[in-house]
């Protein structure tokens, strides 16, 4: 079937109206009649090929919610009517210890991305949710729990679970003291959902303009990194830091915000090396990590989480035709807190 899709025609280049083809319903298959898809910064990342040559054209969009609309001869997971997501992966090998694991994210084979990734049939690739309708495998189809507001649901599906897994991997909770750097799209959901885990929850950003909002979300304290009387303030204090910003930054100053045994986890993925200085680890058996998203059952466990506890992105709804007007206030950090496009502006 050909579906109306909005796609970047080249590095750069603006994305314009074009029409796509999804593939038929296998019998494992599940087709989605996309309602709303977020706005994500690897969105920009990718078409303006920060991360390298991209396969153009190409369809962003891996925060998806929409209704099933067919299912396959073999699916029992989901079925026509049901609201579900799709997040930034629609396979992966199934095989290696890390997918039996639960962690599919971490395929040894490479997992499939939403978009711009060569598919596991080997000739086909990945287009994303900017566009009317969607062809998953059911076992990367969560289904989103009653309560949760569609369009705000739909940026959980990639900077709710983004901050989710580290906060649960690194156990924030009563009695840890978590840190936040930066408050945007993935920055606004780890404050939230940090604070539902019980942790006293402090956000880092450049200035106080938005300290307002964070109080709001569920930040307990709120600090300016522009004032260098900041890091000397909070030196020795935090259990985990969670980094959500995209761009470089001073990771042995972050680092020293630590107590012993402290972790910074970066989930922001800047184009740019971030040097480390090996007497900022040495220092307080600092660990430095990482993490991406999470895994199919901890990405349902987290859409769980936060039908139980309320919990939904801040975002401004747009037409898709406003997705380049979107683009440019993301980087001047002009939105609040997440984009999320009403795909029925598409039909």
């Known amino acids: 079937m050909r579906v109306n899709a909005y796609a970047a025609p080249s590095a750069g280049e603006p994305l314009a109206p074009t029409t796509i083809e999804r593939r038929e319903v296998g019998a494992h298959d599940v087709l989605i009649a996309i309602e709303y898809a977020g706005i994500c910064h690897s969105d920009i990342h990718t078409v303006n090929g920060d991360w390298g040559p991209q396969p153009f054209p190409v369809v962003p969009g891996h925060e998806i919610?929409?209704?099933?609309?067919?299912?396959?001869?073999?699916?029992?997971?989901?079925?026509?009517?049901?609201?579900?997501?799709?997040?930034?992966?629609?396979?992966?090998?199934?095989?290696?210890?890390?997918?039996?694991?639960?962690?599919?994210?971490?395929?040894?084979?490479?997992?499939?991305?939403?978009?711009?990734?060569?598919?596991?049939?080997?000739?086909?690739?990945?287009?994303?949710?900017?566009?009317?309708?969607?062809?998953?495998?059911?076992?990367?189809?969560?289904?989103?729990?009653?309560?949760?507001?569609?369009?705000?649901?739909?940026?959980?599906?990639?900077?709710?679970?983004?901050?989710?897994?580290?906060?649960?991997?690194?156990?924030?909770?009563?009695?840890?003291?978590?840190?936040?750097?930066?408050?945007?799209?993935?920055?606004?959901?780890?404050?939230?959902?940090?604070?539902?885990?019980?942790?006293?929850?402090?956000?880092?950003?450049?200035?106080?303009?938005?300290?307002?909002?964070?109080?709001?979300?569920?930040?307990?304290?709120?600090?300016?990194?522009?004032?260098?009387?900041?890091?000397?303030?909070?030196a020795d204090s935090f259990d985990l830091v969670v980094n959500t910003v995209s761009a470089k930054i001073d990771v042995n100053a972050y680092l020293g915000l630590l107590a012993v045994n402290g972790t910074l986890v970066n989930v922001g993925a800047p184009p740019e090396p971030l040097p480390v200085n090996a007497f900022s680890l040495i220092g307080g058996r600092r660990s430095f990590a990482g993490s991406m998203i999470g895994g199919i059952a901890e990405t349902q466990e987290m859409l769980d989480f936060c039908a139980e506890h309320g919990i939904v992105s801040e975002v401004e709804v747009i037409s898709a035709d406003q997705v380049n007007e979107a683009y440019e206030r993301v980087l001047a950090s002009d939105v609040r807190y997440r984009f999320v496009i009403d795909t029925s502006t598409l039909a």
């Open 65 to 234: 919610v929409g209704t099933v609309q067919e299912v396959g001869t073999d699916v029992t997971t989901h079925r026509v009517g049901d609201r579900v997501g799709v997040g930034c992966m629609v396979n992966s090998c199934g095989e290696c210890d890390n997918c039996k694991a639960g962690d599919e994210q971490y395929c040894r084979q490479g997992m499939v991305g939403t978009y711009a990734v060569t598919d596991r049939d080997g000739t086909t690739t990945t287009q994303g949710g900017y566009s009317t309708h969607v062809v998953v495998d059911a076992g990367f189809v969560l289904r989103v729990p009653d309560g949760l507001e569609p369009a705000a649901a739909a940026p959980l599906l990639c900077a709710g679970i983004t901050t989710y897994s580290p906060l649960k991997h690194w156990q924030a909770g009563p009695g840890k003291k978590v840190a936040v750097v930066g408050l945007g799209g993935l920055g606004h959901m780890a404050v939230k959902i940090a604070h539902a885990m019980g942790a006293e929850v402090t956000v880092l950003s450049q200035s106080l303009k938005k300290q307002e909002d964070g109080l709001r979300l569920g930040a307990d304290h709120y600090f300016a990194t522009s004032d260098p009387d900041t890091f000397e303030a909070l």
